[in-house]
């Protein structure tokens, strides 16, 4: 079941509650919510 739901939704499901939060916050900052902030991919440096 747990390996299903990463194939079809891309992430752990811990991970839910982690990228809700991020989501919320980036949204309060007025800032676009980004890959980054949802916890796809690597952090860019620069």
């Not at 991970?15 to 007025?30: F, L, V, Y």
């Amino acid at each position: 079941n747990i390996s299903l739901g990463v194939e079809i939704n891309g992430h752990w499901p811990w991970e839910e509650t982690r990228m809700a939060r991020e989501k919320a916050r980036a949204a309060s900052d007025g800032s676009p919510a980004t890959a980054e902030a949802a916890g796809c991919g690597t952090p860019r440096k620069g």
